[in-house]
């Protein structure tokens, strides 16, 4: 009897280092499935956070150059504001009769036409050149039509109001005679 005894022992011996062996086994196995799944979280973690990396540095991008060219035009109504006074300068200098042209209170008062047409080049306004050439919708404004014998029609004759542009947007357009 003492035989089946150890026989049944060594049975239960043997069946519980099975079953701590499936037990090891399986607890690899569930170890192994649980690295797998946390390794495919931590991979799509990482992409999404450099999705949404790089959607944040395209944003951030766009935010300065959309700063940019709010500061590119923020001079404009103050800029439409100072244009009339530029006008009435040049109205003032085309009136001066010829025999004052060398006095020097009136030179000095050009040179303050002079100071701010430099002012307002340097905030990035220049001057639409119309004269002599061929009428632009995108720059000129017609306020008359004048039959000329050799002009060729849609040629500007004359300049009534001077045009500007700030940068690279058309601030106000010139005001000109084209011919019939």
Not at 6 to 15: A, C, L
Not at 29 to 57: H, M, T
Request: proline fraction near 2%.
């Amino acid at each position: 009897m003492e035989k089946k005894e150890d026989t049944t022992k060594e049975i239960d011996r043997e069946s519980k280092t099975q079953k701590a062996s499936a037990e090891k086994e399986l607890s690899v196995s569930d170890l192994k499935k649980a690295l797998e799944k946390c390794q495919k979280e931590k991979e799509e973690f990482l992409a999404g956070w450099q999705r949404e990396r790089a959607n944040f540095l395209n944003y951030k991008k766009e935010e300065t150059e959309r700063f940019k060219d709010i500061i590119k035009y923020a001079n404009e109504e103050f800029i439409l504001k100072i244009l009339p006074v530029l006008d009435n300068f040049e109205k003032a200098e085309k009136e001066i009769p010829e025999d004052m042209k060398e006095n020097q209170y009136l030179k000095g008062l050009l040179q303050i036409k002079i100071q701010l047409l430099d002012f307002l080049k340097n905030q990035g306004l220049k001057e639409i050149q119309s004269l002599g050439k061929k009428f632009d919708p995108n720059f000129h404004e017609v306020v008359e039509e004048v039959e000329v014998k050799d002009k060729e029609s849609g040629i500007v004759i004359e300049e009534v109001q001077k045009g500007y542009i700030l940068e690279d947007k058309v601030l106000r357009p010139a005001k000109v005679k084209v011919s019939k």
